[in-house]
C-alpha cells in the first residue's frame, strides 16, 4: 500500500533521512524501530503529508503524494488515522467529544449517528463509562485507548501510531498491544507504528524495520529480525535484558 523510495530530508545542515527506502504491505502491522532522534517520526510525518522530502517519493496506491495538491492531501488524509505520542486529546473537551470531533469536521452525519459512532468506537477501546469524562480524569493508558477510539472514528484504511506504548507499564502496554492488533484484524487496517518497544514488536508486528543514521539497515518479519546478525540491531534488540542481567549480578 505504501512504498517509500530513496527518501531525503534535511533541517539547516542537519541531515535525517539519506535515502529511506522501504515498502509497507497492506493489512499488516508494520513497525519502524531505532534510537531516539534518528528521524522515525519524521519518516511517519512525511508518510501522511505534513512533511515534503528534498527527494524521492512516497507512493500511496500508487498515487505519488509528494507531487499532490494541499487539496488532493487534505482527500487523501481522511483515508488515515493518526495515534499522536501522548494522544494530544482536547484537553477542554470529554472523551465522547474528542472522539466526536473528526466525524463532525469531516462527516455528514447526524447527532444521533455521530453518538452511536462515538458509543461504537469507545466500546471497541472499553472505554464507554468514560464517554462524559475529561481527559485530566483519566490515566496514562486510558488517554491512549480514548485517543485511538479517536483515531478509529473516521474507519481509516491507514492508522500511524506514534510510541503508543511510551509511558505505560507493562500491562497496559500489553492491553494496548492487543487493541491494536485487534483493530488491525476487525478493519483489515494498515499499521505503521513507530516504537522502541521490542516486546510489543516481536508480539504484534507483521513486519520490522529498523531505521539508523538515516537509512532502513534491516527489514522483514520478526523472526528474520531475531536471527540478524546487523551488530547495531543485535544490541538493540538484546540491550535491556543484557543490562538488567549485569546489575543483578
Known sequence: ?????DLHKSF?????LKGVNLEIPKGK????????????SVLLKHIIGLLFPDSGRILIDGQDITRMSEKELMRLRKRFGM???????????????????????HANLSEKE????VEAKLSQVGLLEAIDKMPSELSGGMKKRAALARALALDPEIVLFDEPTTGLDPLMQESIARLIKDAQQRHNLTCVVISHDVPVAFAIADKIAFLHEGVV???????????????FVRK??????????EERK
Open 1 to 5: 500500500m505504501i512504498k517509500i523510495i
Open 114 to 117: 455521530i453518538r452511536a459512532r
Open 83 to 105: 495515534l499522536f505520542q501522548e494522544g494530544a486529546l482536547f484537553d477542554s473537551l470529554t472523551v465522547g467529544e474528542n472522539v466526536a470531533f473528526p466525524l463532525r469536521e
Open 12 to 16: 539547516g545542515e542537519q541531515k535525517v
Open 217 to 231: 539497515i534491516e527489514e522483514g518479519p520478526p523472526e528474520k529480525i531475531e536471527r540478524s546478525d546487523n551488530p
Open 29 to 40: 502491522i508494520t513497525f519502524i524501530m531505532g534510537r531516539s532522534g534518528t528521524g522515525k
Open 236 to 245: 538493540f534488540i538484546t540491550a535491556l535484558p543484557t543490562g538488567c542481567k
